[in-house]
């Protein structure tokens, strides 16, 4: 069944956060759609999907490294969303390729302002190269079997913002994110809400609108006030991905705690747990307080068990992946 961009909380693309522990704990607090971390197309086409049996996941692993780039599971397979940073359709349309079999849909990130993005013509850069911009989205809209969508940012002008987004609504995207922000904007600088609510207003496609949710209620305040189709939440589920509960959000420390579980479960990247882990200190609290410390001695995901007090959690999970692994090797050899 087809995604579907209206009513929903959208956990949005970040970058060494948004793997799947992060996400699968989104889903479970109530975001209906989640979307990897923004990864580049060259780095995607270097890689190989391979099955892995211990963890129930499929991976894609870069050949030359054997780095596991993306790592996704059939439980996550119809809400999860694949960004690709790209500058050339081709190479766009090889890497959706790749794995338009084991994701909901294929994004493609036009908003980035960071300077690896703009200096790789990807991003943001995007946004003043409406034909290249037409040429990417079409081809993967004539070659892909999911939906595709992107995600902007306002231009200088909401004119420009919106004769740009009319643009892209003709190449058939299904849905089209726009972060109530310029290139120039920093984080601490208020969205313009309405900058996107003029985007809506020209478009008939589902427009996920971006920018300053920081609370549950943010998410029908920035719908009544654009009219969004649905809304996308990033620092604020960086820092506590709980903001998706209708309850509200629960305690950092019980959060980070169920973060550090999943990591464990999912065997995932210690660079990218440390990252977010720091970003809720951050925010929190402070990195040269204890903890800050101490999270920077963990070298994988049995130390952060560790130290958080699952560390029970983390051995009942590697039992089962042993059982799987000698269940898969004992199939392996009677087969043979």
Not at 64 to 90: C, L, Y
Not at 91 to 106: E, F, G, S, W
Not at 124 to 141: G, M, R, Y
Not at 297 to 304: E, G, M, P, Q
């Amino acid at each position: 069944m087809e995604l579907d961009y209206r009513g929903k909380h959208v956990l949005a693309p970040m970058v060494r956060v948004g793997t799947i522990p992060l996400r699968m704990l989104a889903a479970e607090y109530g975001a209906d759609i989640t979307y990897g971390e923004e990864l580049i197309d060259h780095k995607v086409v270097k890689c190989f999907r391979q099955e892995n049996e211990e963890l129930q996941t499929v991976d894609f692993i870069e050949k030359a490294t054997k780095e596991v780039v993306f790592r996704t599971s059939n439980e996550e397979k119809h809400r999860v969303v694949f960004q690709i940073g790209t500058a050339d359709p081709i190479r766009a349309l090889t890497a959706a390729q790749l794995v338009q079999n084991d994701v909901a849909a294929i994004d493609i990130n036009m908003g980035c302002p960071k300077s690896f993005s703009l200096s790789g013509g990807m991003g943001a850069a995007l946004l003043s190269k409406p034909d290249l911009v037409h040429d990417i989205l079409t081809t993967l809209k004539r070659n892909l079997n999911i939906p595709v969508t992107c995600k902007i940012r306002l231009l200088k002008t909401y004119e420009d913002t919106v004769e740009l987004a009319r643009r892209i609504e003709t190449t058939g995207v299904s849905a089209i994110g726009v972060h109530g922000r310029r290139i120039a904007d920093r984080p601490r600088d208020p969205a313009q809400w309405d900058g996107i609510a003029a985007v809506v207003s020209a478009l008939s496609i589902p427009v996920i609108a971006n920018g300053d949710v920081f609370e549950y209620e943010d998410f029908q305040r920035i719908k009544d006030a654009t009219g969004a189709a649905s809304v996308m939440v990033a620092r604020a589920a960086c820092w506590n991905v709980s903001v998706f509960r209708p309850q509200g959000k629960l305690p950092w420390e019980d959060v980070k705690r169920e973060y550090v579980k999943k990591c464990g479960l999912w065997d995932n990247d210690i660079k990218s747990s440390k990252h977010e882990l720091k970003e809720m200190i951050m925010h929190y609290s402070c990195l040269e307080f204890a903890e800050g410390k101490s999270l920077n001695k963990c070298k994988d995901n049995a130390d952060l068990a560790d130290m958080y007090g699952v560390r029970d959690y983390y051995d009942q999970v590697q039992r089962l992946r042993s059982k799987r692994r000698n269940a898969f090797t004992a199939g392996t050899e009677t087969f043979v």
